[in-house]
């Protein structure tokens, strides 16, 4: 290794040592800043927003062991228009990122893009609809989902797993403002389709249909109890070699209680029964508690608490697991220190149970980052994450981190 790139990494280490030493000291955590909007004919407005920058990561395959670190930069411009009104809003979004990373091809580049839109529309004081897309085409980390474990592979054939996933949402609310009952029905669909790779991935594809009813009650003009039913059916594409179906359906129902902004905090905590049968009659169903908490917490203006909790099920991404029981809690800050200068900074923990594998995950992750406005519409930002996973299956714990900084740019 020559000296310069002894040096370079050396630097590399200690300002990430620095980075994690702030962490702990400050547990701040970057703000992302949304385009600026202009105004345009018919009513529209429209932002532009491009971000580039560099980025060094180590372990960058997820390996149980000494893992390859590379350097990178990506480019990622990003577009929004919006149109308000009283009885109609609606708002379209697009992005587009180009990652580049010094590894061998094809494993060197990355291109992936989506696009969204939602409306909102109001007929009457006691009705609302809300309709809602989002489409991704994105890829999965070599060294995660199907390719986790074993050593990286080099070859050109071995192309990143590159998919499809759409999302469709429909809400229907009634109860005008001042009412002591609000009903809301929603309709979901999400579907992943893997798009290369195919005799490796199509085991991996899936359609998930959700169903869900909402009652809430006014107890007080800040405060509402909930009633919750959700139902949720999953099909994948093929039957897994390993343990045949993996179809399923999930009924919950919880109760819990909403409160608005009182002083400075506001939350919904529910908490219920959930049941998960299986398309085989060969298999029982599961039954086990679920729930979910959301408290924000704002001490000043100028910063903001987050925490979340919750257990609930996931499709797998496993051929000898039939879904993935999760256990997850997240608690994040945003600060504002200055007009130019502010920060975020997060840690998560997620506990994943591969059901019917015998497999269990233990996540940790943490972030910090930071944004400054050099000029108007032009920030530097900086920021360093960390991810640890232990399993009680070998091969699959890793140690994973990733430093970023670049520039945002905002006309």
Same mark, same amino acid.
């Given at each position: 290794?020559?000296? @310069?790139? #002894?040096?370079?990494? #050396?630097?590399?280490?200690? +300002?990430?040592? =620095? =980075?994690?030493?702030? %962490?702990? @000291?400050?547990? =701040?955590?970057?703000?992302? /800043?949304?385009?600026? *909007?202009?105004?345009? /004919?018919?009513?529209?407005?429209?932002?532009?927003?491009?971000?580039?920058?560099?980025?060094?990561?180590?372990? $960058?395959? !997820?390996?149980?062991?000494?893992?390859?670190?590379? *350097?990178? !930069?990506?480019?990622?411009?990003?577009?929004?228009?919006?149109?308000?009104? %009283?009885?109609?809003? *609606?708002?379209?979004?697009? !992005?587009?990122?180009? %990652? &580049?990373?010094?590894?061998?091809?094809?494993l060197r580049h990355h291109l992936d893009f989506g696009a969204n839109a939602a409306f909102g529309w109001v007929p009457l004081s006691k009705h609302r609809f809300d309709l809602g897309t989002d489409f991704v085409h994105g890829h999965d980390q070599s060294g995660l989902v199907r390719s986790q474990s074993g050593d990286p592979d080099f070859s050109r054939s071995n192309e990143p797993d590159e998919w499809d996933n759409t999302k469709l949402n429909l809400g229907y609310r009634y109860g005008g403002p001042g009412a002591l009952a609000v009903s809301a029905i929603s309709l979901g669909h999400r579907q992943r389709e893997y798009t290369n790779n195919r005799s490796r991935t199509r085991v991996l594809d899936f359609v998930t249909r959700t169903l869900g009813y909402e009652l809430a009650y006014t107890y007080t003009p800040k405060t509402s109890f909930l009633f919750d039913v959700d139902h949720s059916a999953t099909d994948y594409e093929v039957f897994s070699p390993v343990i045949g179906s993996r179809n399923g359906d999930s009924i919950s129902a919880r109760v819990g209680l909403r409160w608005a902004a009182t002083g400075k905090t506001s939350g919904d905590v529910r908490v219920g029964v959930r049941s998960y049968a299986l398309d085989s009659r060969a298999r029982p169903s599961s039954e086990a508690l679920t729930w979910k908490i959301n408290v924000d917490w704002a001490p000043t203006s100028l910063a903001q608490l987050k925490f979340a909790a919750g257990k609930a099920v996931s499709e797998t991404f496993r051929d000898n697991a039939l879904f993935i029981d999760t256990r997850t809690v997240d608690l994040s800050w945003r600060q504002k220190w200055s007009q130019r200068f502010s920060t975020q900074a997060g840690v998560a923990y997620v506990n994943s149970n591969f059901v019917g594998a015998n497999r269990k995950d233990d996540n940790i +992750?943490? &972030?910090?980052?930071?944004?400054?406005?050099? *000029? /108007?519409?032009?920030?530097?930002?900086?920021? !360093? +994450?960390?991810?640890?996973?232990? +399993? &009680?299956?070998?091969?699959?714990? $890793?140690?994973?981190?990733?430093?970023? $900084?670049?520039v945002k740019w905002t006309p």
């Amino acid at each position: 290794m020559s000296d @310069c790139m #002894k040096t370079l990494k #050396k630097f590399t280490v200690f +300002s990430q040592a =620095i =980075i994690v030493m702030a %962490t702990a @000291c400050l547990s =701040i955590l970057p703000v992302q /800043a949304a385009p600026r *909007l202009h105004p345009f /004919a018919g009513g529209f407005e429209g932002g532009v927003e491009v971000e580039a920058g560099g980025m060094h990561v180590q372990n $960058f395959f !997820y390996e149980s062991g000494d893992g390859v670190d590379v *350097l990178g !930069y990506r480019a990622r411009p990003s577009i929004v228009m919006a149109r308000g009104g %009283t009885e109609a809003q *609606l708002q379209l979004g697009s !992005y587009l990122e180009s %990652t &580049n990373y010094d590894l061998p091809s094809p494993l060197r580049h990355h291109l992936d893009f989506g696009a969204n839109a939602a409306f909102g529309w109001v007929p009457l004081s006691k009705h609302r609809f809300d309709l809602g897309t989002d489409f991704v085409h994105g890829h999965d980390q070599s060294g995660l989902v199907r390719s986790q474990s074993g050593d990286p592979d080099f070859s050109r054939s071995n192309e990143p797993d590159e998919w499809d996933n759409t999302k469709l949402n429909l809400g229907y609310r009634y109860g005008g403002p001042g009412a002591l009952a609000v009903s809301a029905i929603s309709l979901g669909h999400r579907q992943r389709e893997y798009t290369n790779n195919r005799s490796r991935t199509r085991v991996l594809d899936f359609v998930t249909r959700t169903l869900g009813y909402e009652l809430a009650y006014t107890y007080t003009p800040k405060t509402s109890f909930l009633f919750d039913v959700d139902h949720s059916a999953t099909d994948y594409e093929v039957f897994s070699p390993v343990i045949g179906s993996r179809n399923g359906d999930s009924i919950s129902a919880r109760v819990g209680l909403r409160w608005a902004a009182t002083g400075k905090t506001s939350g919904d905590v529910r908490v219920g029964v959930r049941s998960y049968a299986l398309d085989s009659r060969a298999r029982p169903s599961s039954e086990a508690l679920t729930w979910k908490i959301n408290v924000d917490w704002a001490p000043t203006s100028l910063a903001q608490l987050k925490f979340a909790a919750g257990k609930a099920v996931s499709e797998t991404f496993r051929d000898n697991a039939l879904f993935i029981d999760t256990r997850t809690v997240d608690l994040s800050w945003r600060q504002k220190w200055s007009q130019r200068f502010s920060t975020q900074a997060g840690v998560a923990y997620v506990n994943s149970n591969f059901v019917g594998a015998n497999r269990k995950d233990d996540n940790i +992750s943490a &972030n910090v980052g930071g944004d400054f406005l050099l *000029l /108007a519409g032009v920030a530097v930002f900086a920021g !360093y +994450s960390y991810r640890d996973r232990s +399993s &009680n299956e070998a091969l699959r714990g $890793f140690d994973h981190a990733e430093a970023r $900084f670049g520039v945002k740019w905002t006309p």
